[in-house]
């Protein structure tokens, strides 16, 4: 069973960085594409970057585009996303998930394109 877990939230202040991880087990990474979505209370939750190992698959919304960052390790099964220069408005829960979007297609970095969730990490952006 494809299980993942996140790790990495915490509480900056405006223009603190994290790294938030996501392990992926039960799977091989290279056959899926990993999401990183983010939610708030009230809100939907929103794609922020979602990617296939290739590079040039990277997506990100454009209120993250220059400061977010998405990888992989394929040898620790693992994705991360640097967030840099936080902003109050990056403040909430962020959920990694696992599918098989295809790049540029309406689910690509959207929630119904993905089958596998975990539990989420909080993050919180606050002077």
């Known amino acids: 069973q494809v299980q993942l877990v996140e790790s990495g939230g915490g509480s900056v202040q405006p223009g603190g960085s994290l790294r938030l991880s996501c392990t992926v087990t039960?799977?091989?990474?290279?056959?899926?594409?990993i999401g990183w979505f983010r939610q708030v209370p009230g809100q939907e939750r929103e794609g922020v970057s979602c990617s296939w190992s290739n590079p040039g698959s990277h997506y990100y919304a454009d209120s993250v585009k220059g400061r977010f960052s998405i990888s992989r390790d394929s040898a620790k099964n693992t994705v991360y996303l640097e967030t840099n220069d936080l902003k109050p408005e990056d403040t909430g829960v962020y959920f990694c998930?696992?599918?098989?979007?295809?790049?540029?297609?309406?689910?690509?970095?959207?929630?119904?394109?993905?089958?596998?969730w975990g539990q989420g990490t909080q993050v919180t952006v606050s002077s």
């Open positions: 039960g799977a091989t990474l290279n056959y899926y594409a």
């Open positions: 998930a696992a599918g098989r979007p295809s790049v540029g297609s309406s689910w690509y970095c959207h929630p119904k394109g993905y089958d596998y």
